[in-house]
């Protein structure tokens, strides 16, 4: 069983749609959650991030977290044709050392129409 | 401008040849990383170090080097003992203990010859 899984789609939505990306994991030791875009042969950029559970929100975006259930969430709300992008979810435990190296997901490729 | 710089951009290796790419911040990070992006695959880490002079292995570290001589530095190279190489590299940069705040720099792409 992988450790974080993430359904690659593609995810095509229209403008202004709700956009919902998820990841499911299987370490309970997870407690710092990330989410990171990256455009097309780009470098990742940190949208957000959210440690042990609840709620984030910056913007259009709102990070969830759910570790009852190993489940975490990005919300962007009134999606953008520039939202189009490769979203990763990344994962780690809190310790130091290579325990506290991050753990990725494949990335969920969204397209947003205008 | 405060960022991580990776280059060159494109990079081609023959057979049997070390590449080096370089990788280079400005942030005053102490912790740099080397990741490892294949087409519709997650990032794999290949090498990382917390502070100059020391680094440990990744996930992936078979046919990889790399050194850490300055701060600000962090070079990997691609050894011919690497036997599958095509790939998107990327370099990043964090706070020694803020592994979840990462800065990635711009990638560089290898292909072999």
């Known amino acids: 069983q992988k450790e974080v899984e993430q359904d690659p789609g593609p995810l095509s939505v229209p403008e202004g749609a709700i956009v919902s990306l998820n990841c499911t994991y299987s370490?309970?030791?997870?407690?710092?959650f990330m989410w990171y875009r990256q455009y097309s042969r780009k470098g990742p950029e940190l949208l957000m991030y959210t440690y042990s559970s609840g709620n984030k929100e910056d913007g259009r975006f709102t990070a969830q977290v759910d570790k009852s259930s190993k489940y975490i969430s990005l919300f962007i709300r009134d999606s953008q044709p520039s939202d189009s992008a490769t979203y990763l979810c990344?994962?780690?435990?809190?310790?130091?050392?290579?325990?506290?190296?991050?753990?990725f997901g494949k990335g969920t490729k969204l397209s947003v129409k205008p | 401008d405060g960022g991580i710089t990776q280059s060159p951009k494109y990079l081609f290796r023959k057979e049997g040849q070390n590449v080096t790419l370089s990788c280079e911040q400005n942030l005053n990070h102490d912790a740099m990383y080397w990741y490892r992006q294949d087409p519709g695959q997650g990032l794999r880490l290949i090498y990382y170090?917390?502070?100059?002079?020391?680094?440990q292995k990744g996930d992936i570290a078979e046919g990889y080097s790399v050194s850490r001589e300055k701060k600000e530095s962090f070079p990997l190279t691609v050894t011919s003992a690497q036997k599958n190489p095509t790939a998107f590299y990327l370099c990043?940069?964090?706070?020694?203990?803020?592994?979840?705040?990462?800065?990635f720099g711009p990638g560089t792409r290898l292909l072999v010859l």
């Open positions: 990344a994962m780690r435990m809190n310790y130091g050392g290579s325990q506290g190296n991050l753990i």
């Open positions: 370490n309970s030791a997870f407690q710092y």
């Open positions: 170090s917390q502070i100059v002079n020391d680094f």
């Open positions: 990043a940069s964090s706070i020694k203990g803020a592994e979840e705040t990462q800065y």
